[in-house]
């Protein structure tokens, strides 16, 4: 499950101090190569339209017993999911949880089948049964799977409506290496607008503490129906860990489309933005703030995406994109501004990620850039993200 790590983006570079700051991008884009040295950096957390600041009551006694025994019920109906070749499944390569919905198709997150290389399924009986993906919506981080369990194997009913706020809510998963264990909390937001644009839009919101492991799992409403998809969750130290789930219905057209076997791709350019956490808010840099963190970096005057790595053989490799890079004395020796996309204006790479999602793999797009205190247009054809890799 991809965990985001919440960080208010007020906390602007403004803020930081710039002793501190010119270290940690020295870091992320070392002069020798231009290829940052810290991990990818993790999507902002999740923001609901409308936040309350408030902690959700706890479960009732019989709310507690009640879902105890749905769980109890419902076990058998959800899955293991694992990424590891045939008859080597003692370390696997990932871990993730689906459900079963009848005629051995399974519903789960798509990030859990993403770029995996051997996917299988184990049941509550420890049974491992192959999986084939049908179908799947990058944006929508849903994917439906065949699983070849026997006929009979209890599935999980789809909710009829949509749920609400304060409902309690149950999740099945196998969170930090566990086998299929539950999770309990309450839904404390719908329709949650993700501040990341490579994570789903509209999700539900929910106390329970899930974690990686338990992406794909179900979330299950009192009346035994899944109302929603673990998703990913946002971390915040010292606080709750809250949790976010695609919602789903019986009636989804969106499940229709991929029993058809729609797969639908995310489209991507090709560049990333590493940075040690400390410099997270720079993704949504504000462009009033762009000039005070560009003195101490060189990126001249004018708002815009910067990026510091570019993919082999992506978009932005084959368009000739350039990525930050820095020599020994610490000044700029190249590294594109892309100030707008199709004439849409940008002012970070936040924005830049959201104008590139309005779009579909093999379109064209045209991007303006800055390129040594220069404007240039460079136009480039976006890919789908399972034929980008890092």
């Known amino acids: ?68 025994a749905l769980y109890q019920n419902l076990r058998p109906a959800t899955l293991r999911i694992e990424d590891c070749p045939p008859n080597d499944c003692l370390d696997p390569d990932g871990v993730g949880t689906a ?9 789960t997150a798509y990030h859990v089948v993403f770029a995996a290389g051997h996917l299988s399924a184990l ?27 026997p006929a009979g194997t209890p599935f999980l009913p789809l909710a009829a409506a949509r749920p ?29 607008q993700a501040s990341s644009a490579d994570l789903p839009p509209g ?45 789903v219905t019986r009636n989804d057209a969106r499940l229709a489309e991929l029993r058809r076997g729609v797969k639908r791709d995310a489209p991507v350019i090709g560049i990333t933005l590493d940075l040690p956490p400390e410099l997270a808010p720079v993704t949504a840099l504000p462009a009033e703030d762009f000039p005070t963190f560009s003195k101490y970096f060189d990126l001249g005057d004018t708002p815009g995406a910067f990026f510091t790595r570019v993919s082999p053989d992506s978009p932005a490799a084959r368009a000739g994109l350039q990525p930050l890079n820095y020599n020994a004395e610490g000044k700029r020796t190249s590294g594109d501004i892309v100030t707008a996309v199709n004439g849409q204006p940008i002012a970070n790479f936040s924005d830049f990620q959201y104008a590139v999602r309005r779009y579909q793999p093999g379109q064209t797009v045209t991007l303006s850039v800055l ?20």
């Open 1 to 68: 499950m991809r965990m985001a790590a919440a960080r208010g983006l007020a906390l602007t570079v403004a803020l930081l101090a710039p002793a501190l700051l010119a270290p940690a991008l020295a870091q992320a884009v070392p002069a020798s190569s231009g290829a940052a040295q810290a991990p990818a950096l993790t999507a902002p957390a999740t923001t609901p339209a409308q936040r309350r600041n408030v902690t959700p009551a706890p479960l009732s006694a019989g709310e507690t017993a009640a879902l105890a």
């Open 99 to 107: 459900f079963l919905i009848g005629d051995g198709y399974a519903l």
């Open 123 to 149: 049941t509550l009986d420890r049974q491992r049964y192959p999986v084939q993906v049908i179908g799947y919506d990058d944006q929508a981080d849903l994917a439906l799977i065949r699983v070849g369990v």
């Open 164 to 192: 609400a706020v304060g409902d309690p809510a149950l999740a099945i998963g196998n969170g930090g290496g566990a086998f299929l264990l539950p999770k309990t909390g309450r839904l404390t937001g719908l329709d949650s």
């Open 203 to 247: 999700t539900l919101e929910l106390s329970a503490p899930l974690i990686p492991g338990d992406s794909g799992g179900p979330i299950i409403n009192a009346r035994g129906e899944v109302m929603g998809i673990v998703s990913y969750g946002s971390f915040v130290p010292g606080r709750r860990v809250t949790s976010y789930a695609v919602p």
């Open 371 to 390: 390129r040594g205190g220069k404007k240039i247009e460079v136009k480039l054809t976006l890919a789908p993200r399972t034929q980008v890799h890092n």
